[in-house]
């Protein structure tokens, strides 16, 4: 049995309550899609857990829409709400994405079952390819929700670590941006090893992924800091 | 009108002045090659696409 999932699971719904806890207590439209994002994030590594006890086809499709489709689009999508407070492109974005992974939701519900041979000593990254059928739609908008939210994500963490650093400001946000980088890179490099067919390092890097980005987020949010977030 | 506020600005520390650009290009350098491997998956260029 692999245990990994379970504490990832743990932290990250502990990391849902930290930000929408602060999303309640300041608002900020950013605070509540990295709170859907990490709860995308929370119910994929979830469902490793359940898919480690019993299978069920439904759980494998939640555990790809959820894990391999929205979380990172989802979270990226509130960094350029961050960074991007003029005008209502973050409006247009979110309109767009939500639209996306509604009919992500749609193509991946209906997606043709192939095999209820399913082995749950192993990892589900390791099989959900023969649990259901993904049509080229389906795997495009993967990659495309992929590339958007790992470029914002990861690239607003370092392009706002780089301002503070630039201008000598808010230390802690500075570091905590860095660690969120680099947070967010580590379940984004597992998945891309399984896209190229590697190592499957997915629930090891999930597991430091959501440690990384839950102390950057704390260390961020740390102090009485006086200008925005 | 909401008041103009000021940032705490804080010393670096000769670490901090050297090593948060070294991190932040590698952070970039790994951003850019997860980025190359997803868009190679893409076009499949990848085992596993």
């Not at chain 1, 379970?6 to 207590?25: D, E, G, K, N, P």
């Not at chain 1, 079952?113 to 959900?128: G, I, P, R």
């Not at chain 1, 969120?180 to 190592?199: D, E």
């Not at chain 2, 600005?9 to 491997?37: H, M, Q, Y």
Request: proline share 3%; no cysteine.
């Amino acid at each position: 049995m692999n245990y990994i999932p379970y504490l990832s699971t743990i932290v990250t719904f502990v990391f849902v309550v930290a930000v929408f806890t602060r999303y309640r207590q300041r608002g900020g439209i950013h605070l509540l899609l990295w709170s859907i994002g990490l709860l995308f994030y929370g119910i994929g590594t979830l469902t490793e857990v359940i898919l480690g006890l019993t299978f069920n086809s439904l759980f494998v499709k939640i555990w790809y829409l959820t894990g391999a489709m929205l979380t990172a689009a989802w979270l990226g999508m509130g960094s350029v709400h961050l960074l991007i407070r003029k005008g209502n492109a973050a409006q247009i974005l979110t309109w767009v994405l939500a639209a996306v992974s509604a009919l992500a939701i749609i193509l991946v519900l209906v997606a043709p079952t192939l095999s209820a041979n399913f082995d749950v000593t192993k990892t589900v990254s390791e099989q959900y390819k023969n649990v259901f059928e993904r049509s080229g739609l389906i795997i495009l908008l993967t990659i495309l929700l992929n590339i958007y939210g790992t470029l914002t994500l990861v690239g607003g963490a370092i392009y706002s670590a780089f301002l503070f650093w630039r201008k000598k400001v808010l230390a802690n946000r500075m570091f905590g941006n860095i660690l969120i980088a680099a947070g967010a890179l580590a379940p984004a490099s597992g998945g891309t090893f399984l896209k190229a067919g590697l190592t499957d390092l997915l629930y090891l890097s999930e597991f430091v992924g959501a440690i990384l980005m839950f102390i950057g987020f704390m260390l961020a949010t740390s102090g009485k800091s006086e200008s925005a977030e | 009108m909401t008041k103009p506020t000021r940032s705490k600005r804080f010393d670096p520390s000769f670490w901090t002045e050297k090593l948060v650009p070294v991190l932040l290009g590698i952070l970039l350098f790994i951003l850019l090659a997860v980025i190359v491997l997803i868009g190679m998956s893409l076009v499949g260029l990848t085992p596993g696409a």
